[in-house]
C-alpha cells in the first residue's frame, strides 16, 4: 500500500488536484503540499482505522466447582476486618470482577464471567436448597454471571429439586441475566426440568461486534458420579461437541468456547478428538492450572475450587486471519487471581451472605433440636491438620469418619457395630484448625460438616443417612474387593475407607487385564489378604484385639454405610456374580428395600454429618475443650497398601519362560545334529 500511495504522491500529483477539488471546490486555493499532506494523512487514517477494526480485544473470567461455599474457608479463620490466610468468597469474587470490568470498560473491551460447574453441594450452605432457598445462583445474578453449565452436583437432591431450585431463581425468565447451559443433556419428554429452559448453545455479541459461541458438556466422569440424575441422561460428549460447534459456525460464531464439567484428562481428549474448539473452560476434578495447556491450538483453563482463584483470560481477536491470540503474557496478567485477605469484600454481596448465613443458623438449630446453633460455633479442638486425602489409601479423615459412624451408630441403636465403610467420594473436606488468635487449634461446624455434608434421603432433610445392614464374613470380603476395583476403573470416588477392620490389599492385583478397545476390566477378586476383625472398643487402635476374617465366614457382621454407597454396593454383583451381596437384616433376611435399612432416632433419619457433629463434640476434653485424640494423626495401619506386580505378569512370565526354554532346547538338538 505505501509503494502505490507512494506512486501517485511522486508521479500525478495534477490528478490528485483535480480529484480534490471535484469533491471540494474551495481546496484550489491551498497550496500544492498542503493538499498532498491532508491526502497522506487521510489515508493513512482510513488504514489505521479499517486495522484497529480487524483486531478485537475482550476478557474472559471464569471459576468452577464453587460447591456453596458463600464465605472464606476455613471459616474458622475468616474476620472480614482483620489480615487472615483464608480463601474465597463470593465478596471477594464480587469486588475482583467489579475492579477488572471497571478497568476494561475504561478500554472499552467486552468482559464475560462464566462457571463450569458445580455450583452447590459440599457445604452446608447447600443446604438452604432443601429449604426453598436458591444462594448460590442468586449470588452469581448478582455479581453478573453471564452463563454456566450444569454440573454433577447440581443433581445431588434430584432433578426435580433443581427445576425448583431454577424456578425459585426466576428461570426461564432469568436466561437472560444468566444462560444456564447444557449441550448434552437429555431431559425425558414432561419432566419439570423442561420448564427451565436450558439452552444448548448461546451466542454473546460483544459490543465491539465479536460473536463469542458457547456451548456446555457434562463428562463422562462426572455422569457416572451423578446417580441422582435419573431419569435424566446424557448424550455422548465428543459427538455432541462436534454437532454444536457446527451450528454455532452457521450462526456465524467468532470464537467457540465449550464450558465443560468433564475434568482436565477429558478435556484434553475432547481437545485432541474434536477441532473447531477455541478454549474449554472447564472444572469438575479441582484442578487448579496456572497457565493454560494447549492442545492442537485450543485453550484448556481450571481455576481450582471453592473459588479460592478467579481466572482470568486476556484476548485479542483478528477477523482478517481469523485468529485467536491471548495477551495474558504480554499484559503480564497472571490466568490465576487468588482470592485472599488482600482482596477487600463488596459491601452489598457481603451483607446478602450475611442474610443467608443468619438463615442457614436457623435452619441448623431446628435441624439439631437445638444442640447446635450457629455455623461459626467452635465445636472441636486438634492439634493437628486431618487431610481427606491422598488418593486409593487411606486417610485421616476417612479413619475419624468411619469411627464416628461406626460408634454414633452403635450408640443409636443398642447393638455393636463391626464395621464402617464410607467412600471418599463423599468425603469432602479436610479438618482445617485454625491458627488465628481468635480461632487457635479450634474447628467450626461449618467447616467440619463440610467434610460429610452430601446429598438427602428419602426424608430431604440435609446429608445422606446412615444405613445398617448385615453382611457375612465371605461378603466383607467382596465388599473390599469391590473397592479395590472399582477405585482402579472409575477413580477414587470408590475407594473405600474403613473402621473395625484392618487388611492388606495390592490394588494392582484387582484386574487381571482390560478388553481391548472396549477397556473393560477382567477382576481377579484377588486384591485382598489378611484381613481381621477389631474386637475392641471405641477407637481403632493397632493393639486391638484382632479377630482373622476368613474370607470363607458366613458369620452375620453388623455393617453401617451411607444412602450413596449403600446404593450402588450391590449393583456390582448384577454385573459380577462373584461379587454379589446379599444386604440383610440381623435374622439373615434380605432387605427388599436399601430404605428399609436406614437408621433413625426419634422418628427422625440418622445423618451422617450428625454422626461426626457429635462424634466430635463428645470427644475427652482438655483444658475444657473436646480435642480430637492423637491416634488419627497417623495413617497406615487400616489399609495396608502392597506394591506387586499384575497377576497377568505371571502367566505372561511364565509362556515367556517356557518359549525361552524350548528355543534353547531346539537351538541345542540343531548344534548337536
Not at 499532506?37 to 479499517?50: A, D, E, Q, W
Not at 486495522?51 to 456453596?68: G, K, M, V, W, Y
Not at 447444557?182 to 444448548?200: T, V
Not at 471418599?424 to 467447616?447: C, H, I, K, Q, Y
Amino acid at each position: 500500500m505505501n509503494c502505490v500511495l507512494s506512486d501517485v504522491v511522486t508521479t500525478k500529483p495534477n490528478l490528485i488536484f483535480i480529484l480534490l477539488m471535484d469533491i471540494y471546490p474551495p481546496i484550489k486555493f491551498l497550496p500544492m503540499k498542503t493538499i498532498l499532506l491532508i491526502f497522506i494523512t487521510g489515508i493513512l487514517m482510513i488504514n489505521t482505522t479499517h486495522a484497529q477494526d480487524e483486531i478485537h480485544r475482550f476478557t474472559i473470567l471464569h471459576t468452577n466447582d464453587e460447591h456453596s461455599t458463600l464465605m472464606p474457608v476455613p471459616l474458622v479463620d475468616y474476620d472480614p476486618d482483620k489480615p487472615n490466610p483464608t480463601l474465597g468468597g463470593f465478596a471477594r469474587l464480587a469486588t475482583k470482577v467489579k475492579e477488572i470490568r471497571a478497568e476494561k470498560e475504561a478500554d472499552n473491551e467486552p468482559v464475560l464471567l462464566l462457571s463450569a460447574g458445580d455450583i452447590m453441594g459440599g457445604s452446608p450452605f447447600a443446604w438452604l436448597i432443601l429449604n426453598e432457598e436458591a444462594p448460590e445462583i442468586k449470588l452469581m445474578h448478582h455479581i453478573g454471571y453471564d452463563a454456566m453449565v450444569i454440573g454433577n452436583h447440581e443433581f445431588d437432591y434430584g432433578p426435580d429439586k433443581l427445576a425448583s431450585y431454577l424456578a425459585l431463581a426466576g428461570y426461564p425468565e432469568s436466561q437472560s441475566k444468566m444462560n444456564v447451559i447444557s449441550s448434552n443433556i437429555d431431559i425425558p419428554e414432561g419432566h419439570a426440568l423442561h420448564q427451565s429452559e436450558l439452552k444448548r448453545t448461546f451466542i454473546f455479541e460483544l459490543e465491539n461486534g465479536l460473536k463469542v459461541g458457547v456451548f456446555g458438556l457434562l463428562g463422562k466422569d462426572a455422569v457416572d458420579v451423578a446417580p441422582l440424575a435419573e431419569p435424566i441422561t446424557f448424550n455422548e460428549q465428543h459427538e455432541s461437541a462436534r454437532t454444536f460447534i457446527a451450528e454455532l459456525n452457521e450462526q456465524g460464531a467468532d470464537v467457540i468456547v465449550a464450558i465443560t464439567h468433564s475434568g482436565v484428562p477429558e478435556d484434553i481428549d475432547l481437545a485432541n478428538d474434536v477441532p473447531g474448539i477455541d478454549l474449554i473452560v472447564g472444572g469438575h476434578d479441582h484442578v487448579a492450572l496456572d497457565e493454560p495447556i494447549i492442545v492442537n491450538g485450543t485453550i484448556i483453563v481450571q481455576t481450582g475450587y471453592y473459588l479460592r482463584n478467579l481466572g482470568r483470560l486476556e484476548f485479542e481477536f483478528d477477523t482478517a486471519s481469523e485468529s485467536l491470540r491471548l495477551l495474558n503474557e504480554d499484559n503480564g496478567t497472571p490466568y490465576l487471581i487468588p482470592l485472599d485477605a488482600s482482596v477487600a469484600e463488596d459491601d452489598t454481596t457481603a451483607a446478602i451472605i450475611q442474610d443467608y448465613a443468619l438463615k442457614l443458623n436457623s435452619f441448623i438449630t431446628d435441624l439439631t433440636n437445638g444442640r447446635f446453633t450457629d455455623i461459626a460455633e467452635h465445636i472441636v479442638f486438634s492439634d493437628d491438620e486431618l487431610i481427606h486425602g491422598p488418593p486409593h489409601q487411606e486417610t485421616a479423615v476417612g479413619n475419624l469418619a468411619t469411627d464416628a459412624m461406626r460408634l454414633i451408630t452403635e450408640k443409636v441403636t443398642g447393638e455393636r457395630v463391626d464395621f464402617a465403610f464410607q467412600g471418599n467420594g463423599v468425603l469432602r473436606a479436610d479438618v482445617e484448625p485454625g491458627t488465628m488468635d481468635w480461632s487457635e487449634e479450634a474447628v467450626s461446624f461449618l467447616d467440619f460438616t463440610t467434610i460429610a455434608g452430601l446429598g438427602t434421603g428419602p426424608d430431604q432433610k440435609p446429608g445422606y443417612p446412615i444405613v445398617s445392614v448385615y453382611l457375612t464374613g465371605e461378603e466383607i470380603h467382596r465388599v473390599l474387593e469391590i473397592s479395590a476395583l472399582l477405585s482402579q476403573y472409575l477413580g477414587d470416588t470408590y475407594f473405600l475407607q474403613v473402621s473395625g477392620l484392618r487388611f492388606e490389599v495390592e490394588p494392582e492385583r484387582s484386574i487381571l487385564f482390560r478388553i481391548p478397545f472396549k477397556g473393560t476390566p477382567i477382576p481377579t477378586y484377588r486384591a485382598v489378604f489378611n484381613t481381621d476383625l477389631f474386637k475392641g472398643s471405641g477407637i481403632q487402635n493397632d493393639e486391638g484385639p484382632w479377630q482373622t476374617l476368613d474370607n470363607k465366614d458366613q458369620t452375620l457382621y453388623h455393617i453401617v454405610t451411607d444412602y450413596y454407597v449403600a446404593s450402588f454396593l450391590p449393583m456390582i454383583g448384577e454385573l459380577l456374580p462373584n461379587l454379589q451381596l446379599i444386604l440383610k437384616n440381623k435374622d439373615g433376611e434380605p432387605i427388599n428395600h436399601i430404605d428399609e435399612a436406614i437408621v433413625y432416632r426419634e422418628d427422625e433419619e440418622l445423618k451422617v454429618w450428625q454422626t461426626l457433629t457429635e462424634y466430635v463434640s463428645e470427644l475427652p476434653q482438655i483444658e475444657g475443650k473436646p480435642t480430637i485424640p492423637d491416634d488419627y494423626s497417623k495413617t497406615g495401619n487400616r489399609i495396608i497398601l502392597k506394591k506387586g506386580f499384575p497377576l497377568l505378569v505371571w502367566p505372561i512370565a511364565g509362556v515367556v519362560l517356557v518359549s525361552g526354554l524350548i528355543v534353547y532346547g531346539i537351538r541345542r538338538w540343531r548344534k548337536r545334529k
